[in-house]
């Protein structure tokens, strides 16, 4: 049996769809669109301002986010209510691995059509972090040694998997995998710190 390791929708998730969108949109148009960049910023620059006038706050944002025990949902890489998140959905395996399915586009370009190593690195991060709490015992990264050993692509599904492999008193070691069409593109291993910080409460 398999779970879903996502937490509830809410209403900003949309949102964050849709400010995901733009981004991918303007990357795509560029300047060689006949898009009026110009209004488009005023018109970006106004929903803006709303935001802002509307926000609680900065400390009682920070409770919110941090609220319940479980994963979150404002991080870079999987939060849905973050629009610089892919977002990636992971399913968590009883073997104890997790996975998660995304395809990236423009955003996330590095080498020509293909993803930017730090962005593998940050997906790899998180999703070692996901499969320590899917395996009940987390920590802080103390280490990551990444391994790039073929071009992410970009515009293609991708396969992203962790596993923890062991822990012992602090110390957790964790493995996870990028692929693309079965092809294993980025490998990495991770040594985790058990030292949880406070929540914001
Ligand atoms: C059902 C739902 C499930 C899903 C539920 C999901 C939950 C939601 C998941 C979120 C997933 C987020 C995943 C993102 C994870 C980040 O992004 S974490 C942010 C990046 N990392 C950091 O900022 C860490 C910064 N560093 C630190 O805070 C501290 O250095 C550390 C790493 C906590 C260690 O500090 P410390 O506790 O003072 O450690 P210390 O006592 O000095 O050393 C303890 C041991 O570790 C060793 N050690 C410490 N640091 C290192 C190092 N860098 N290298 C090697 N050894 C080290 C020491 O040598 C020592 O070894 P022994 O002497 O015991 O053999």
Redesign the pocket.
């Known amino acids: 049996m398999t779970?879903d390791?996502q937490t509830e929708r809410c209403g900003v998730d949309g949102a964050a769809a849709a400010a995901r969108r733009v981004i991918d949109a303007l990357v795509r148009a560029g300047d060689i669109s006949g898009a009026d960049m110009a209004g488009i910023a005023d018109r970006l620059n106004a929903v803006a301002d709303d935001l802002e006038a509307q926000a609680p706050p900065l400390r009682d944002r920070l409770v919110n986010m941090w609220r319940g025990d479980?994963?979150?949902r404002h991080?870079p890489?999987a939060g849905p209510e973050n629009p610089i998140a892919p977002p990636l959905a992971?399913t968590?395996r009883p073997d104890g691995s997790i996975e998660s399915d995304v395809t990236l586009g423009l955003p996330y370009q590095g080498p020509p059509s293909s993803v930017h190593g730090g962005v593998s690195a940050l997906l790899l991060?998180?999703t070692?972090?996901?499969a320590?709490?899917?395996a009940g015992t987390?920590?802080?990264?103390?280490?990551l040694t990444l391994r790039y050993h073929h071009p992410t692509p970009l515009f293609e599904p991708l396969t992203v998997t962790a596993r923890q492999v062991s822990v012992d008193?602090?110390?957790i070691r964790t493995t996870g995998a990028i692929a693309a069409a079965g092809r294993t593109c980025v490998t990495a291993e991770g040594?985790?710190?058990a030292?949880p910080?406070p929540r914001p409460r």
């Open positions: 779970m390791l479980g994963n979150t991080d890489a992971y968590g991060d998180h070692l972090g996901v320590n709490g899917w987390s920590g802080m990264t103390a280490e008193g602090r110390k040594l985790f710190i030292k910080l």
